[in-house]
C-alpha cells in the first residue's frame, strides 16, 4: 500500500503580498498527476489545509475540487486540522464525507478511532491527532498540565490503548498523523509559533514504537527518525525556505509493516533569491542574473542609504519584495542611540536632520536642509499671531 505524506497546503496564502493561489493549483495538479503516475492509495495532510479559519469561497472551492480529483485518481483521503485550521470548520460533514472515502479528524473525542486499511493479512490502522491548543483541551484529554507536550502524551495515550485492544485479534500496524512541533525540528519564519498557551516542543519519544508518523506543522522537509517525518509545506512559504525541496514522502507498507519510506519533490514555480550587497554590486554583478526572473529579498549594505534604492533595484529584479538596509561598517552614530542624538540638538532643524539620517542612514545634503529650513520658518510663522 502506497500513502503519500503531505502537510501545510496553506491554500489561500499570499508572499509578501503576491497572492499564490495559481502557484497552489500548479502544486495540487502536480499531486494529483503523483497520485496516478505512482498508484497512491491514500493521501495524507496533515494539518494547515488553508491558511486561516475563515477561507476565501475560491480556496473553498479549490479543495473541494482538488478532494474530487484525488478520489477520482483512486486515493483515498485522510486529513487533520492544524493551527491555522478552524477544526470545526474544516470537519464539517465528516460522518457523510467518510462514505466518499474522505476522512477528518478534527476533534479529540475521534483520536482513538481509526481509519482501517487492509494490508497483506494484516491492518494499517491510521489516528489522526489535530492540531491540539493545551488552553482548550487539556482538561477534556485528563492531561496533567495546559502543555503541548502534556496533551500529546494524553492523545497518544488513547491511541496505544485503542491500538492494544486491536491488536489482541490479529496483526495491526499503527500510522500516526499529528500536527505539532517534536523536539529536533528545524522551523521557518513562515510558521506560527505553538508556545502561546504552555511550552511549544512535544518530546520526540512520545513516538516511540508507532510504525510511522507523518507530522506537519514545520515547512522543511525533515527526518527526526526513521518513522518520525515532517513532509514540509508544498511551496515556500517565507525567503528562510529558499533553499528547501519541496515535496513530501511516497510511505510504502505491507503485511509485515513499514517497507519503505521515498521522498518526492514538485516543482515551485517561481524561485526565491536572498541576495545581499552594495546597490553597484547588485545592479552590475552577472552572477545575479538568474534572480532577475525571482521574488527578490534584497539588502543594501551601502554606507549611505542610497537614494531611489527600491526602484533602481527594480529596474534589474521586477519582483523584489523585501528590502533591507544594513551598512557594512554599522551604524553610523558614534554608539549613540537616536535618543541620545536627539536630546543633544540644539534647534529644530537638528531634530528633523537628526531623524532623516536615522531613518535613511545618510545625512542631509545642502538642498535638503534648505527645504527644512524653509518649511519650519513657515510653520514658525504660521504661530505667531496677527
Known amino acids: 500500500m502506497r500513502i503519500l505524506h503531505t502537510s501545510d497546503w496553506h491554500l489561500g496564502r499570499s508572499f509578501h503580498g503576491v497572492g499564490m493561489l495559481p502557484a497552489q493549483r500548479h502544486f495540487l495538479d502536480q499531486l494529483v498527476q503523483t497520485v496516478r503516475d505512482r498508484s497512491v492509495d491514500v493521501v495524507l495532510i496533515a494539518g494547515d489545509v488553508y491558511d486561516r479559519a475563515l477561507p476565501g469561497v475560491d480556496v473553498v472551492n479549490l479543495f473541494s475540487d482538488t478532494l474530487a480529483r ?90 496505544r490503548t485503542d491500538l492494544a485492544g486491536r491488536r489482541a485479534g490479529g496483526t495491526v500496524h499503527s500510522l500516526v498523523l499529528a500536527h505539532t512541533f517534536a523536539s529536533g525540528g528545524i522551523t521557518s519564519d513562515s510558521e506560527r509559533d505553538l508556545s502561546i498557551g504552555g511550552v511549544g516542543a512535544v518530546p520526540l519519544d512520545l513516538f516511540d514504537g508507532l510504525d510511522y508518523v507523518a507530522l506537519g506543522h514545520l515547512h522543511g522537509r525533515q527526518q527526526l527518525s526513521h518513522e518520525v517525518r515532517y513532509s514540509g509545506s508544498p511551496l515556500p512559504y517565507s525567503f528562510s525556505e529558499a533553499g528547501h525541496r519541496k515535496g513530501g514522502y511516497l510511505v510504502e507498507f505491507d503485511g509485515g509493516g513499514l517497507a519503505g519510506v521515498e521522498e518526492v519533490s514538485w516543482e515551485t514555480g517561481r524561485r526565491l533569491a536572498v541576495l ?33 534604492a527600491m526602484e533602481r533595484l527594480r529596474e534589474r529584479f521586477p519582483d523584489t519584495l523585501v528590502l533591507a538596509f544594513e551598512p557594512a561598517s554599522g551604524p553610523q552614530h558614534d554608539g549613540q542611540t537616536y535618543s541620545e542624538r536627539i536630546a543633544k540638538a540644539q534647534d529644530d532643524l537638528d531634530i528633523c536632520c537628526g531623524f532623516l539620517e536615522h531613518v535613511r542612514s545618510r545625512a542631509a545634503d545642502d538642498a535638503e536642509r534648505d527645504l527644512l529650513v524653509e518649511t519650519l520658518g513657515k510653520v514658525a510663522a504660521a504661530e505667531v499671531p496677527a
Open 276 to 308: 545581499r550587497g552594495t546597490m553597484d554590486e547588485l545592479l552590475e554583478s552577472p552572477e545575479h542574473g538568474w534572480a532577475e526572473a525571482a521574488y527578490c529579498q534584497i539588502t543594501v549594505t551601502d554606507d549611505e542609504r542610497p537614494l531611489r
Open 70 to 159: 484525488l478520489r477520482a485518481a483512486g486515493a483515498r483521503i485522510i486529513i487533520t486540522s492544524g493551527n491555522h485550521d478552524s477544526a470545526s470548520r474544516l470537519g464539517f460533514g465528516s460522518a457523510i464525507l467518510v462514505h466518499g472515502g474522505v476522512h477528518l479528524r478534527t476533534r479529540p473525542a475521534d483520536l482513538a478511532v481509526p481509519v482501517e486499511l487492509e494490508l497483506d493479512g494484516a491492518i494499517l490502522a491510521v489516528y489522526g491527532i489535530p492540531y491540539l491548543e493545551p488552553r482548550l483541551c487539556a482538561e477534556e484529554l485528563g492531561a496533567g498540565a495546559p502543555s503541548h507536550a502534556a496533551v500529546t502524551q494524553a492523545a497518544l495515550e488513547r491511541i
